[in-house]
């Protein structure tokens, strides 16, 4: 399955419209830690290794790199150890570790979940270790078929448009980056990352 999504302005009032008659799914806590090389050889490919709750995820980017909003999901961390051509015995963390990848960022989310004609609606507030606030919002579809990209990414604005939803190039980490660690943010910036819309 492939995930595209689109990131969009937090205006709680027109938020509040979106979610008339959406279907709450509740709400969950999890930290999020992101990892990279010092030379950032993993996020200037637009790909994201992180742990989620422990458990690890890479997302690789699907088409433009930097457009930052299709990637596949890959959980299974021998996929993930082979992508990163690492071997050896033990945990992947440790080996992560042994590779020269370490954590850029620790982050705590709380996500409100709605569905809405299809449409997956997260809403986040997110806390990074530092201090670091940042309130996001997602809309997202899963496809099955990466040619299909496209048009589903033109969907998702398509439903946005009529709550005068702005869609925005920066989420929670790209955010983070940007106020925090402006030298990483600046390596990807200048290889086309998050373009103004």
Not at 32 to 52: A, F, G, P
Not at 69 to 97: A, M, P, W
Not at 138 to 158: P, Y
């Amino acid at each position: 399955m492939f995930e595209i999504e689109k990131n969009f302005d937090v205006d709680k009032e027109k938020i509040e419209k979106l979610l008339k008659e959406a279907e709450s799914l509740g709400a969950k806590v999890f930290t999020d830690v992101y990892y990279d090389n010092t030379s950032y050889d993993l996020t200037k490919k637009d790909i994201w290794l992180r742990t989620r709750e422990g458990k690890f995820e890479m997302k690789l980017p699907i088409g433009k790199v930097g457009s930052g909003d299709r990637y596949d999901e890959v959980e299974d961390e021998s996929k993930i150890k082979e992508f990163l051509k690492i071997s050896g015995s033990g945990n992947l963390k440790d080996l992560l570790h042994k590779n020269n990848y370490f954590p850029f960022c620790v982050c705590k989310t709380t996500r409100q979940k709605y569905k809405k004609e299809g449409f997956s609606i997260d809403i986040d507030f997110a806390e990074f270790d530092d201090g670091f606030t940042f309130e996001a919002m997602e809309i997202e579809l899963m496809i099955d078929d990466e040619s299909r990209a496209e048009e589903t990414a033109q969907e998702i604005i398509n439903f946005a448009a009529p709550y005068g939803l702005k869609e925005v190039n920066k989420g929670k980490v790209s955010s983070y980056l940007q106020n925090k660690r402006p030298d990483h943010y600046k390596v990807l910036a200048d290889l086309g990352f998050w373009p103004e819309k």
